[in-house]
């Protein structure tokens, strides 16, 4: 069993800045760590994701060059910095995790994730 908790979100204006913070604890440890987003009305989507083992990070394109993935084992977490701030990027961010054996892969959709935090809001305002 695995524990993913978010914290970071808030409400901030277009154009700013916002760090989200994701700790995954448990028994097993979890090699890839990712972020995705639901807006309302809209299906989850994949942001960001990294794996802890190698040091690889993935991005999808709406979010490449404005957010940052990173990783700091000395505390079990992951971090999304959130740079250039837009309308749409308004949605609650949710942190996952899945346990696998040491790998560079990155993995992308829903169910190659095992557990889930329960997510933290960000809103972007005018």
């Known amino acids: 069993q695995v524990q993913v908790v978010e914290s970071g979100g808030g409400l901030v204006q277009a154009g700013g800045s916002l760090r989200l913070s994701c700790t995954a604890s448990?028994?097993?440890?979890?090699?890839?760590l990712a972020w995705f987003r639901q807006a309302p009305g809209k299906e989850r989507e994949f942001i960001a994701a990294?794996?802890?083992?190698?040091?690889?990070?993935a991005y999808a394109d709406t979010v490449k060059g404005r957010f940052t993935v990173s990783g700091d084992s000395t505390k079990n977490a992951i971090y999304l910095q959130m740079n250039g701030l837009k309308l749409e990027d308004t949605a609650v961010y949710y942190c996952?995790?899945?346990?696998?054996?040491?790998?560079?892969?990155?993995?992308?959709?829903?169910?190659?994730?095992?557990?889930w935090g329960q997510g933290t809001q960000v809103t972007v305002s005018t």
């Open positions: 990294i794996s802890r083992s190698a040091g690889t990070t």
């Open positions: 996952a995790a899945r346990s696998s054996v040491p790998t560079s892969r990155i993995y992308y959709t829903e169910t190659d994730f095992d557990s």
């Open positions: 448990g028994r097993t440890f979890s090699h890839i």
